[in-house]
């Protein structure tokens, strides 16, 4: 069945740095278009960025481009999302997933910024 395991998060203080990643297995992942997202406490879900399945075509949530960066591995079926400049709003549970998304979604990762 499909996995996804989202990893790397923790506190980092404003204008630091993380890498996530994302462990995926049970789907065609070198052939799919991956994403990342984030819930806020409080808010819903939302897209960050997402990769094409050849890892050159990307895009990106405006408040995050240029500071973020998604990238994937697909030997190791594993998508990242390597941050830097971090501020306070980015603070959320992060989640990766497919586009088009399936049902089930991993646990996430917490990332918190702050002083």
């Known amino acids: 069945q499909v996995q996804l395991v989202e990893s790397g998060g923790g506190l980092v203080q404003p204008g630091g740095s993380l890498r996530l990643s994302c462990a995926a297995s049970?789907?065609?992942?070198?052939?799919?278009?991956m994403a990342w997202y984030r819930q806020a406490p409080g808010k819903q879900r939302e897209w960050v960025a997402n990769?094409?399945?050849?890892?050159?075509?990307?895009q990106y949530k405006g408040s995050v481009k240029g500071r973020f960066t998604i990238s994937r591995d697909s030997a190791k079926n594993t998508v990242y999302l390597h941050m830097n400049s971090l501020k306070s709003e980015d603070t959320a549970v992060y989640y990766c997933?497919?586009?088009?998304?399936?049902?089930?979604w991993g646990q996430g990762t917490q990332v918190t910024i702050s002083s």
């Open positions: 049970g789907f065609a992942f070198s052939d799919s278009t």
């Open positions: 997933n497919r586009i088009p998304n399936f049902d089930s």
């Open positions: 990769i094409g399945s050849s890892g050159i075509y990307t």
